[in-house]
């Protein structure tokens, strides 16, 4: 049937892949990150991104010339993200789709994230996904391609953007995630009682700024960022990270309750974390589900993921036409949405 060629820019990677349609294999997949660029200002610049995304993509197109031939079809990431971003990503998907005269399909990011689970496989569903990344917080009910229904979310910072800001607090440099991650493991997980987010609450929401915030009061009991020694750091992340999954695992055993779906698994580039994985294996195992796993390439922001999504709208003929593909509103989303 022949390839597909997928392009991702919704934040700071730019990334294109090539898959084969029928067969799912993955053919090529490049990718340039940013986070050198970005580190310096403590998070990504929409700005700088863009500039970046502008630079990137067309280097990593130039090394694909000679599948070109073989290309029958174009996909593209449209939403959600920062919208300059987005913007190059579209821009060259469009132009490739009316220079090869393509079919081409625009997909939603966190459909991507979803689809990361059947990169070179078939799917498995009904599935639960926990979506943790930068900048979502979810949990969502996936029964097709296109049936994916919004559990529960975040009502204000995502998991992956509070890990960043903890970082910071600590001056730790960005990405902070890993960094937490790997001090976490060093440190006493009871040397601070942070508060569990919506602990007493019967909503089946997420919420992690009141967490964020009594960590950066802990801080300044202790001194500031710059009083810290490697222990407290250390102990500030363990005892951070085990309040989050406290929460998390609280909110999603709400639904493991009352959901029927076969399969579970976490998606998005904090679905790299051990410590929130094998707490989300046993949870799962409790409740007589299958634990699907991301290949650990594929967790963050990527191409593949694109066209393992797209593949799917191809088979059942649900295309896009250059004209009516742009970059989408982001809208903030809510509990019993589809996305």
């Given at each position: ?290 634990f699907l796993e991301v290949d650990l390439n594929y967790c963050s922001d990527n191409a593949v993921m694109i066209a393992r999504w797209a593949i799917e709208s191809l088979k059942d003929n649900k295309l896009d036409s250059i004209e009516n593909i742009n970059v989408a509103a982001t809208k903030r989303s809510k509990s019993g949405d589809y996305i």
């Open positions: 049937m022949g390839l597909l060629i997928s392009i991702e820019s919704s934040c700071d990677d730019s990334s294109i892949a090539l898959t084969d349609i029928e067969t799912l294999e993955v053919i090529e997949h490049l990718k340039i990150s940013q986070e050198i660029e970005h580190s310096y200002y403590g998070g990504v610049v929409p700005e700088l991104a863009s500039r970046l995304h502008a630079v990137a993509l067309p280097k990593l197109l130039e090394k694909l010339k000679p599948y070109f031939k073989d290309i029958k079809a174009v996909s593209v990431t449209t939403h959600p993200g920062l919208s300059v971003s987005l913007h190059e990503g579209v821009a060259m998907a469009k132009s490739i789709a009316s220079f090869l005269n393509l079919p081409i399909v625009g997909v939603n990011h966190l459909k991507g994230h979803v689809y990361s689970l059947f990169i070179e496989k078939n799917e498995k569903l009904p599935l639960l996904v926990l979506l943790v990344s930068g900048g979502h917080t979810q949990l969502l009910e996936v029964n097709s391609y296109d049936s994916m229904k919004i559990l529960a979310t975040s009502l204000d910072d995502s998991v992956g953007e509070s890990y960043d800001k903890v970082a910071k607090m600590m001056n730790l440099g960005y990405p902070g995630g890993p960094v937490i991650e790997k001090l976490a493991k060093e440190g006493d997980r009871s040397k601070f009682t942070f508060p569990i987010p919506l602990q007493n609450s019967s909503a089946i929401a997420f919420s992690l700024s009141g967490l964020k915030n009594a960590v950066r009061l802990k801080i300044e009991s202790l001194g500031g960022a710059d009083a810290l020694t490697k222990e407290d750091m250390c102990d500030i992340s363990a005892s951070f990270e085990l309040a989050v999954v406290k929460h998390l695992l609280q909110k999603s055993k709400k639904v493991f309750k009352t959901s029927s779906a076969t399969y579970f698994a976490i998606v998005g580039g904090v679905s790299a974390n051990s410590y929130i994985k094998n707490h989300f294996k046993t949870l799962t195992k409790e409740f007589n589900k299958e």
